[in-house]
C-alpha cells in the first residue's frame, strides 16, 4: 500500500507493482489502459493537435473534469446546485468529486481512489467513499 506519488514512478516500477499486487490512494489518476483515458486522450489530439503533457495531475483532464462536471451540476440543478451537488452521477476522466461542507459554509471535496495493479497484470480504479 502506497501515496499518489508512485503513480510518478509507474512506468519505471509497474512490473513489480504488479507482482506485489500494489494499492496506492490518489486524489486524481488517469491511466490510458483504462477505455475513458484512452478516448479522451484521442479526442484531445483530435482538438489541439498534441498530447497531453505527462505530469501528474494532467491539466487537460482536471480542466475537462471540473468543467464538465460543474456545467452539469448547474444545468441539472441550477440554485439547488449546493445541496444537490453529491447527487451528480460522473465518471472521471481523472478527477472525481465528493463534497463535504464545513462548518464556515465553504465545501471541500474529499474523494479518493485507491488504484490496484493486480498479479494478473490489470489496474483497477476504485472509488473509496467514507
Given at each position: 500500500?502506497g ?36 478516448e ?7 482538438w489541439y ?15 475537462y473534469?471540473?468543467?464538465?462536471f460543474?456545467?452539469?451540476a ?17 465518471s472521471p476522466?481523472?478527477t ?11 465545501m471541500i ?13 490489470r ?8
Amino acid at each position: 500500500f502506497g501515496y499518489p506519488e508512485w503513480q510518478i514512478h509507474a512506468k519505471d516500477t509497474r512490473e513489480l507493482m504488479y507482482e506485489v499486487d500494489t494499492y496506492f490512494y490518489a486524489t486524481f489518476y488517469s491511466h490510458y489502459a483504462l477505455p475513458r483515458v484512452a478516448e479522451f486522450q484521442e479526442d484531445f489530439i483530435r482538438w489541439y493537435n498534441r498530447g497531453i503533457q505527462n505530469i501528474y495531475p494532467r491539466y487537460g483532464m482536471l480542466g475537462y473534469d471540473t468543467g464538465y462536471f460543474f456545467l452539469l451540476a448547474a444545468t441539472l440543478y441550477g440554485e439547488n446546485l449546493s445541496e444537490k451537488i453529491n447527487d451528480l452521477e460522473y465518471s472521471p476522466i481523472q478527477t472525481g468529486f465528493l463534497f463535504e461542507r464545513l462548518k464556515n459554509g465553504a465545501m471541500i471535496n474529499k474523494k479518493i481512489n485507491f488504484i490496484h495493479y493486480t498479479p494478473d497484470y490489470r489496474i483497477e480504479k476504485l472509488d473509496f467513499e467514507e
